[in-house]
């Protein structure tokens, strides 16, 4: 498991090594006002993402409004939507040479000079389309929260004559407040990693930063610093999230009768409350979806290219290469975990490959591409000083300059979501198995194979899917670490996202959207059978 901490650890390595002029000049110029903004940003997208993501959670599950079975699912596809498509989609529309402009002068007439419109590609906009398509992390467990309240508590509420809106500031928001906090982690963490919508809005970050130091500057090291200060804001965030419920425990039942303890919306509040959730589902999903199909259909001959195919056919490799490996990583992890026990018990120290296998989720996906290619720089120079001592010539760069950086960073990536796929799969394993095939005469491997693989079967395939998926998706990583002439489908997008030709790539872009729906639509599934 030490390879999927070493990225990590090479980053801290790099970072204190010997200062140089650049990081230097950045941190008395720059790199102040890149702070900032990473502040502004982070801490206006979870604004944001509280105000979408809460009342939209509160009314689909303690509210009765028209369609609200359709809205459940319906808010959560957001998530699927990349924010850079997304932000460009909107600017087309906005901008002074956008249909909204152009309609508005003509309409009425005007001159630039006797209007005022806002600039969308500002730090505010970012902000905004940010909390647009992030805004499910905090509506998914905020909902689960409130879904899971004791209806006793709701029917003391209205005892005591309080109304919804009390009741939702006494009684709901207070109980859900650990999965909120959870949710704008999660929020907090994407927003940090995330340089396709900024990096397209223009406002500059530490992710930009770190990009353009590495291949603006190629300077590895100020890179490697910068990054360090990332993962410093990572850990305080996560400490925060952590410190901020630390005392708070909770203890309630749950419904307990078929009763419907949901309100009924009337008049003017129940059609408020549809408008504000079809909003959120039109501005976050639907309408860019719908400009993507039309630009597919109209560009469609222009994108079903050889090149397009080809790129899908690497993401697919990348993919599959990764989602193997984590497959793999997770059952090595939660097998050793379940076998280290002994009468029931286990030791904490058997938690600590698991915990420490999962922490790369955590690190931003550009940051985490400098300490994997600080890793594979070693390994490379290493395997040349060999061959090199040993007279067998210079094999290159065969980890740096192939797919092996990416496999490698991706995995380190997304290996917690399939330990944790595992993880819930194994945990509803009984105990008692164990035992009854350990008196069977079963050693460790027999009862792997013939109790044990059998039976997480399903939460296995489950795991390889969701990082499969993730892996398709992923920039940030892909963007810095993708051999040369080595494109993916994300970066193939984003590529064309950058040269305002959306069009061309509208439909690669609509292939990643319905890829990353998978995952959303077993999510909510699973959250409708809990409930």
């Known amino acids: 498991m030490g390879l999927l901490i070493l990225p990590i650890l090479a980053i801290f390595y790099t970072a204190i090594g010997e200062s140089d002029e650049l990081f230097s ?68 529309w906005f901008d002074f040479a956008g249909p909204i402009q152009i309609w508005l002068r003509n309409t009425f007439e005007l001159t630039p000079q006797q209007y005022w419109f806002p600039d969308l590609r500002t730090l505010p906009g970012a902000m905004t389309i940010l909390a647009l398509v992030l805004y499910p992390y905090v509506y998914l467990l905020s909902r689960s929260a409130f879904m899971e309240q004791s209806g006793s508590l709701l029917q003391s509420a209205r005892l005591l004559k309080c109304t919804p809106t009390q009741s939702f500031f006494r009684v709901s928001l207070p109980l859900a407040r650990p999965a909120i906090a959870v949710g704008l982690s999660l929020v907090a963490m994407e927003t940090l990693g995330d340089f396709g919508t900024v990096n397209y809005f223009a406002v500059s970050t530490l992710t930009t930063a770190v990009y353009d130091t590495w291949l603006g500057y190629s300077n590895l090291t100020a890179a490697a610093k910068i990054s360090s200060i990332m993962l410093l804001v990572v850990v305080l965030l996560l400490s925060a999230e952590r410190y901020s419920r630390r005392k708070q425990k909770h203890f309630q039942a749950q419904f307990t009768s078929h009763e419907d303890h949901r309100y009924q919306l009337f008049g003017w509040k129940k059609w408020l409350a549809v408008l504000w959730c079809w909003g959120l589902v039109l501005g976050g999903f639907l309408l860019p979806i719908l400009q993507l199909a039309y630009y597919s259909l109209h560009y469609f001959s222009d994108s079903w290219t050889t090149e397009f195919k080809v790129y899908s056919l690497n993401s697919l490799k990348v993919s599959f290469s990764v989602a193997l490996v984590c497959v793999v990583i997770a059952l090595i992890v939660n097998f050793y975990h379940r076998l280290s026990g002994q009468d029931g018990y286990v030791s904490k120290s058997a938690l600590i490959p698991m915990r420490l296998s999962s922490l790369g989720y955590a690190v931003p996906g550009t940051v985490l591409a400098i300490g994997i290619m600080v890793a594979v720089l070693t390994l490379d120079h290493s395997v040349n000083d060999v061959a090199k001592f040993m007279d067998w010539g210079r094999p290159g ?135």
Not at 63 to 87: D, N, R, S
Not at 430 to 437: E, F, G, N, Q, V
Not at 497 to 502: K, N
């Open 397 to 531: 760069l065969i980890f740096s300059g192939t797919m092996f950086a990416l496999v490698f960073a991706l995995s380190v990536r997304f290996s917690a979501v399939a330990i944790g796929s595992v993880e819930s799969g194994l945990a509803k394993v009984s105990p008692s198995l164990d035992m009854a095939a350990r008196t069977m005469g079963c050693n460790s491997s027999q009862m792997l194979r013939r109790v044990h693989i059998p039976l997480v079967m399903r939460g296995t395939l489950i795991a390889g899917l969701l990082v499969f998926i993730e892996s398709m998706k992923e920039l940030n990583a892909s963007i810095l670490l993708r051999p040369f002439n080595f494109e993916t489908l994300a970066t193939y997008v984003y590529n064309y996202v950058s040269d305002q030709q959306l069009e061309l790539a509208a439909l690669p872009a609509i292939l990643l959207i319905l890829v990353g729906l998978l995952p959303l639509i077993i999510v909510n599934r699973s959250l409708e059978k809990v409930h």
């Open 25 to 92: 000049h950045l941190f008395s110029t720059v790199l102040p006002t890149y702070t900032l903004n990473t502040f502004l940003l982070v801490a206006g997208t979870m604004l944001l993402a509280l105000v979408f993501g809460i009342p939209s959670a509160w009314l689909m599950a303690m509210c009765k409004i028209p369609g609200e079975k359709t809205l459940q699912w319906a808010l959560v596809l957001p998530l699927a939507m990349p924010g850079y498509i997304v932000g460009y989609v909107y600017t087309d």
